[in-house]
């Protein structure tokens, strides 16, 4: 499977381009938001969000039958931004399985920044 044309169906928001790389059983768990989701409330989930997205995938390993993606997500218009990490399991070019954790992105809070440590990292 192509991780990365994966990621650029899932941006699209079309779920029969979306659909084509899933397993008919598989399940996508949404944790930072306690959600469990199959193929078809997924894809209600992500083609339905507002607006229009784009991304880059950032980062990209493999073990086995497991793929780990670090991926920056965004609207369009570059309002908001985000980074997803997923585990993505495929058995038989389907997937079958995706873990994933989303963070909005931002600026440290205003204690690290008193104590003027770190630093960007672009």
């Avoid at 059983?25 to 949404?30: C, L, M, Q, R, V």
């Avoid at 938001?33 to 989930?45: K, Y």
């Avoid at 389907?94 to 770190?118: H, M, T």
């Amino acid at each position: 499977m192509d991780i990365y044309k994966f990621w650029k169906a899932l941006l699209g928001q079309n779920p029969e381009n979306i659909r084509a790389y899933f397993d008919k059983d598989a399940y996508i768990n949404w944790h930072c938001t306690n959600e469990h989701f199959n193929v078809e409330e997924f894809l209600l989930a992500n083609c339905e969000y507002p607006g229009t997205w784009d991304g880059e995938v950032e980062r990209v390993e493999k073990t086995n039958d497991l793929f780990i993606t670090v991926t920056h997500v965004y609207p369009r218009d570059k309002t908001l931004s985000f980074h997803v990490t997923s585990f993505i399991q495929v058995i038989n070019d389907k997937i079958v399985a995706v873990d994933e954790y989303w963070a909005d992105d931002g600026i440290a809070p205003n204690w690290r920044l008193d104590k003027q440590i770190g630093t960007p990292i672009r």
